[in-house]
């Protein structure tokens, strides 16, 4: 069985490729996106830390980046539109169907790069509490 970090990950993949299709989710990427597949969401993983112990449970704070990317005269526009379709996704359940304690934003930026046929780029951090057993990854708490 997967980790309970890896099924929220899923979880969050699931909701957001709902949310804005036919704009892809893409998790982790490797490679910069080109400017044919954009506009795209990206998902990246910022860290995950423990918050507390307790009776041989842990509280975990897994912090997840969004990052729409778009580009042309409307890339303002679209970056803004998926983000809020991703952004109602996301908090739509907090406890991501039984997996999560609660989901909350941290904060959003803009960013814009002229270079590359006025490429936006509006990021976002999200921060979802879980719990686990202290021995088993698996479990939720």
Known sequence: MNSVRERVLREVVARLSSAIAPIPVLRMPAVPVTREASPALLLFVDGD???AHANHLVDRLLIVRLAVVARGT???DVADRALVAAHAAFLADPNL???AIAVREIDCEWDVDDAD???VLLPARYEVRYRTHALDLTQTG
Do not use: N, T, Y
């Open 49 to 51: 830390s423990i918050a």
């Open 74 to 76: 409307d890339a303002f």
């Open 97 to 99: 169907s039984g997996l």
């Open 117 to 119: 046929a006025g490429a």
